[in-house]
């Protein structure tokens, strides 16, 4: 059974270490589950959402929206990561839009369940304190480099931070679309960087993958700092 699945997963997460067998069960017996096709709109930016979100399959970004359309991507989500933290426990508006990047099986857990949770056992509450820390250090990074580097230097350490054996593959979070919005920039900036990197000798790219050809090389272009 699907719950059953969730109940094996809650039991691994950082933020409920220590809880009991049965507090798992109510919670897990609370949750709603709902399959998400490619593209919809798991939330919206601005509105308000009574959800801790856990993606069981799936893909999905989290974004920002500029009065002109354009889109910053914050983050990609990948299967077995929570999100909506702030939204849930901040009470507030949701502060981006989430959107599935292909069919994504999601686990909504309520904010009441959540919050029977933590009064029933305090020291949850600090354990939820230190992943949404870990959050706001990963946006300040993010921040950072918007800032600091240029689009070459972000580039050059998105594909440093997500190859795996030096080889990169080409899935939709990883289109030049996609990957200009998450660097802060559009896609014929992002071209002209890949024509750069590519004639120097320092990546190569096909439909398929990105291949790092020298990984030092390309660790030097990441810390060229914007001017």
Do not use: C
Not at 150 to 170: D, H, P, W, Y
């Amino acid at each position: 059974m699907q719950t059953d699945i969730l109940l094996k997963r809650l039991q691994t997460f950082e933020f409920l270490r220590g809880l009991d067998h049965e507090t798992l069960v109510t919670l897990a017996k609370s949750a709603v589950w709902k399959v998400f096709a490619p593209d919809a709109v798991v939330f919206w930016e601005g509105d308000t959402e009574t959800n801790l979100y856990y993606l069981q399959y799936g893909s999905l970004k989290v974004l920002k929206t500029s009065p002109d359309g354009r889109e910053q991507v914050l983050r990609f989500l990948d299967a077995g990561e929570i999100f909506n933290e702030i939204g849930v426990f901040a009470k507030r508006a949701n502060p981006a839009t989430a959107i599935a990047l292909e069919e994504s099986g999601v686990w909504l857990l309520p904010r009441q369940a959540l919050e029977d949770i933590l009064l029933a056992h305090p020291r949850t509450a600090l354990q939820i304190m230190e992943s949404m820390a870990d959050r706001f250090i990963s946006l300040v990074a993010l921040t950072a480099d918007l800032s600091l580097r240029t689009v070459e230097a972000r580039f050059a350490k998105l594909l440093l931070e997500q190859a795996e054996g030096g080889v990169i593959e080409r899935r939709r979070r990883t289109n030049q679309t996609e990957m200009a919005a998450h660097l802060g920039t559009v896609p014929d900036v992002l071209s002209r960087v890949i024509r750069e990197l590519t004639k120097v000798g320092l990546i190569e790219m096909d439909k398929q993958h990105i291949r790092i050809l020298d990984p030092a090389g390309l660790a030097e272009r990441a810390k060229i700092q914007g001017k």
